[in-house]
């Protein structure tokens, strides 16, 4: 009876045993994986703020020009035009040759410049008025005031329109000459005839600043607008 006691103690005390080193491992192997997790957590946390850090560096390192210290590039001024003389004349005659040698004219004069000091000529401006220019036959004098038809009638309306805002803006008159019989779109010897090669109206820029040349036609009459050219702002 005795012996059969001590077999079960033995029994009991081998099972607690092995029931306490099974809890053992148990434990260890939990708190073996807690700590494990908790590196992992430190480990990316410190390699977030590692790369926040380097992002942060980086940032920093960026260098911002000084926009101080940077080159002004000066503003390219503005030419202001500021009218100095107009002048217009009346179409009386509506013949659509000559209307059509006035429009073709006043595009080739349309704004030209005149420099300071320079000379304008009618004639070098406009160029040749003949058929191969794109010019037509229309009615204008010959040196007896007779009226003949020839290539660029009209053209002496605009020359004299432009010699009138000339005398308006007390510019230098070079070249000019009259009709050989009056005309009446402009008023009594003020009239500035012109013909290719030989008779010419001429003026010069006689003052401080380039002067632009605006020409229009309509159906009514032909104006001629001078005006400086001086820098704006």
């Known amino acids: 009876m005795e012996n059969s006691n001590k077999n079960e103690t033995i029994i009991i005390i081998v099972f607690t045993v092995i029931l306490l080193a099974i809890i053992g491992i148990i434990v260890y192997t939990a708190y073996t994986s807690t700590n494990s997790l908790e590196n992992n957590i430190q480990s990316n946390e410190n390699i977030g703020q590692n790369n926040t850090s380097s992002n942060t560096t980086q940032k920093t390192d960026t260098v911002v020009p000084d926009k101080s210290t940077e080159p002004t590039v000066p503003s390219t001024p503005i030419p202001v035009e500021t009218q100095i003389a107009i002048f217009s004349s009346n179409i009386y005659d509506h013949d659509l040759n000559r209307v059509f040698n006035i429009e073709l004219a006043i595009k080739k004069i349309n704004g030209v410049v005149i420099k300071k000091g320079e000379i304008f000529s009618f004639n070098d401006t406009v160029g040749p008025m003949g058929e191969e220019q794109g010019f037509k036959e229309a ?12 290539f660029g009638g009209g053209m002496c309306q605009i020359s004299s329109t432009i010699y009138n805002s000339a005398l308006i803006a007390n510019l230098e008159i070079i070249e000019r000459h009259p009709h050989s019989k009056r005309v009446y779109y402009v008023p009594k010897d003020k009239d500035a005839t012109i013909y290719y090669g030989s008779l010419d109206l001429k003026f010069k820029n006689t003052t401080d600043n380039d002067i632009k040349i605006v020409a229009t036609s309509d159906n009514s009459n032909v104006t001629i607008i001078l005006n400086k050219i001086t820098s704006g702002i």
């Not at 009615?139 to 020839?150: A, S, V, Y």
């Open 139 to 150: 009615i204008g004098f010959d040196t007896n005031g007779k009226n003949i038809k020839i």
